[in-house]
Structure formats: structure tokens, C-alpha cells
């Protein structure tokens, strides 16, 4: 009888164990969203979770080497699009960069890169970082540059950009800490001489599409970009720069102002 009434059971598809359970339990797991990974993600998975400390060592931040000469305009990659940021001394005219006042928000940095009413330039040196430690390597490339080229004729403006991604520093209290730090220590550099001219940003929020697009793999390092004005990377480089390296920026900046 017990036998005659498990298989009633299992005829009327009660049976928790039975083949319709086990499809039941299939369909659920087929329904499980995938985990996609980000390229840092994917990088941590193959190389390990302190890739960017082992990376640093390994190649004092040279994450890939410079651009040997002026890009073409056909070929070179667009600046990201849709990523705002603070500015942080933009309270007079710039000639490569058109804020004319300081505004009261973020705005869209590539949307400032590209403004035609930017009179005068032909594009803009940026330089992008995400820690601290790497200030050191992103003024070799800003106030390097400014320092070799101001006998130059490359009509470019020079753009700090300092990138902030984690969740404690976005709120809003420690957010106006860092806006205000940033405004004091720009204060400070802009009395040298070394610095007349540099513009300084700041972008809060989750980076990792402006990573992937700038093919920045390591936060730890700095990097530095030429961006004409139609918003494409004409010229890169990593890590501290090196005097050839700042030679082959202001040969590119130079062609890119030639036309």
C-alpha cells in the first residue's frame, strides 16, 4: 500500500525529490543573473588582489609606454563622455579651457575639452589620478610640461584631474573636505611660478567605465593624456615622466597646433 501511494504521489507531481522538483531547481539556478566582472575585476582575478601594488614595483608605474608621436585624428580613441567633475580654480578665463566663472556644480568634462569657445586652443594636456601617492608622477607631467614649453607654440591649456571613486569619500560631509583641501593646496602651488595656468578638477563617483576607456588599469599610477579639441586622445603616457617623454608631449601639442 505505501508503495501504491508513493507512486500516486509521484504521478501527481508531489514528490519534493522527483524529476519535477529536480527541473524546478534547474529553472531557478538558469535564472541566476551572471556575474560580470570589470576590467579591474577580471585583472585582480588573474594576477591577484594586490596586482596594482605588485604592478608598481614591477614597472615604477609605466603602465604602457608613451605615444611616440601626434596620433591621427582617425585613429585616436575619444576622451570618455559623461563624466562630471567639480572645478576647483576655475574662478578667471582659461584659454584652453572655457569656464569663464567659477560654476556652482560639476560639469562634463569632456563637454569642457571640446567647447569651441575656447579661443585660442588647440587642445589640452590632461593629467588623471586616483590615489594620493600618485600626485608625485601627474605633476611631472603638468607642471613638467608647462615648464618645457613655455617657449613652445602649442596653444594647449594643462587640466589636473583628481578622480575619487570610493563610497566614504563621496558623501557629502567628507566630499566638501576634500573640495576644500583641494582648493587650499591649488591656492598654495598657484604662488610659484611653476603652475600659472594649470586648471584643477574633481570627479567623484564610479569610475570604472572611464577606466576601461582610457585603458587605465592601475589606480595607483598617474597618467597623462593630449586631447584635442573634437574630444580624441592625441597623445598618452604613464607613470613619472621622463625628459624625452615630456620632449615627445611638446612635439605632439606643437603638431596638434600646427593643424
Request: proline share 5%; net charge positive.
Amino acid at each position: 500500500m505505501l508503495q501504491s501511494l508513493g507512486g500516486s504521489v509521484r504521478r501527481l507531481g508531489l514528490d519534493p525529490g522527483g524529476r519535477g522538483a529536480r527541473m524546478g531547481r534547474a529553472l531557478r539556478l538558469s535564472r541566476v543573473p551572471e556575474r560580470h566582472f570589470d576590467h579591474l575585476e577580471k585583472k585582480r582575478l588573474q594576477k591577484g588582489y594586490f596586482f596594482e601594488l605588485n604592478e608598481m614595483r614591477d614597472t615604477g608605474g609605466k603602465v604602457f609606454p608613451c605615444s611616440p608621436h601626434l596620433l591621427s585624428h582617425r585613429t585616436s580613441k575619444d576622451f570618455p563622455r559623461n563624466v562630471s567633475a567639480h572645478p576647483i580654480n576655475f574662478s578667471t578665463g582659461h584659454p584652453g579651457l572655457a569656464v569663464p566663472t567659477h560654476p556652482k556644480g560639476p560639469v562634463d568634462v569632456a563637454g569642457l575639452l571640446t567647447d569651441e569657445s575656447g579661443a585660442g586652443s588647440s587642445g589640452t594636456v590632461v593629467g588623471v589620478y586616483f590615489r594620493e601617492n600618485a600626485k608625485g608622477h601627474l605633476r611631472t607631467w603638468t607642471e613638467g610640461f608647462l615648464a618645457s614649453s613655455r617657449a613652445s607654440q602649442a596653444k594647449v591649456g594643462v587640466l589636473e584631474l583628481c578622480c575619487v571613486e570610493s563610497l566614504l569619500f563621496r558623501a557629502g560631509p567628507l566630499k566638501s573636505v576634500i573640495l576644500g583641501g583641494l582648493a587650499k593646496e591649488m591656492a598654495k602651488r598657484e604662488q610659484g611660478s611653476a603652475v600659472g595656468g594649470i586648471k584643477l578638477m574633481a570627479a567623484f563617483g564610479n569610475l570604472r567605465e572611464f577606466q576601461r576607456l582610457l585603458d587605465i588599469s592601475n589606480r595607483l599610477t598617474a597618467y597623462c593624456f593630449l586631447v584635442d579639441k573634437g574630444g580624441k586622445v592625441r597623445w598618452r603616457g604613464s607613470g613619472e615622466a621622463t625628459p624625452e617623454e615630456l620632449g615627445k608631449l611638446r612635439q605632439a601639442s606643437e603638431d596638434l597646433s600646427r593643424g
